[in-house]
C-alpha cells in the first residue's frame, strides 16, 4: 500500500446544501467515533446578507440519539455578514480532538438574514485500525505517488 493521506482519513458526507434563511437549524446525521482520535468538519457558506450569522456547532453524546446530543464547551464558530455577499465561500471549521463521548453530530444555524450553505463533510482521523474502509457514499479517489513531470 503506497502511503498517503486517505489512507489514514475516514471521509463521509454529512448533510446536504441548506438554502438561504434566517432561521435555519440543521443537525448532521450522527457520526460514530469508536476507533478514531478526532473528527473535522467544515461548513461553507454560499451565500450571506447583511447581519446574517451563520454558525457551526459540535455536539456530543453517549448514545446513538438526536435527543441526547448537548454542545461541545467551546466548539461552537460563527461569522457575521456586514455586507450582502461579504462570507460568501467563507469557510468555518471545527476540530474536536477527542471528544469525550463516542458519538458525535454538527449543526449548522442561521440568524438574523439570510444565510446559505454548502454540502458538510467530515474528516474522522487517527484510525486505530488502517486501511479505512470508504462509505458507499464515497465515489472514488485517486493517488498520485512521484507522478512524472508533464
Given amino acids: 500500500m503506497?502511503?498517503?493521506?486517505l489512507n489514514s482519513l475516514a471521509l463521509q458526507f454529512l448533510g446536504a446544501s441548506i438554502a438561504a434563511a434566517a432561521a435555519t437549524d440543521a443537525d448532521s446525521v450522527?457520526?460514530?467515533?469508536?476507533?478514531?482520535?478526532?473528527?473535522?468538519?467544515?461548513?461553507?457558506v454560499t451565500?450571506?446578507?447583511?447581519?446574517g450569522v451563520a454558525t457551526l456547532t459540535?455536539?456530543?453524546?453517549?448514545?446513538?440519539?438526536g435527543v441526547d446530543m448537548a454542545d461541545i464547551a467551546g466548539a461552537t464558530a460563527s461569522l457575521t455578514s456586514v455586507v450582502d455577499d461579504d462570507l460568501n465561500g467563507q469557510m468555518i471549521a471545527i476540530d474536536v480532538h477527542c471528544p469525550r463521548e463516542?458519538?458525535?453530530?454538527?449543526?449548522?444555524?442561521s440568524s438574523v438574514a439570510n444565510v446559505a450553505f454548502?454540502?458538510?463533510v467530515v474528516v474522522r482521523?487517527?484510525?486505530r485500525k488502517l486501511p479505512i474502509?470508504?462509505?458507499?457514499?464515497?465515489?472514488?479517489e485517486v493517488v498520485v505517488s512521484s507522478p512524472p513531470s508533464v
Fill in 125 to 127: 482521523y487517527g484510525a
Fill in 47 to 51: 451565500d450571506s446578507l447583511a447581519t
Fill in 30 to 44: 450522527i457520526i460514530d467515533m469508536a476507533g478514531y482520535e478526532g473528527v473535522f468538519v467544515m461548513a461553507h
Fill in 58 to 65: 459540535a455536539q456530543q453524546s453517549a448514545t446513538n440519539v
Fill in 118 to 120: 454548502g454540502d458538510l
Fill in 133 to 140: 474502509e470508504r462509505p458507499s457514499t464515497f465515489g472514488v
Fill in 102 to 109: 463516542r458519538y458525535v453530530r454538527f449543526n449548522r444555524s
Fill in 2 to 5: 503506497t502511503p498517503n493521506l
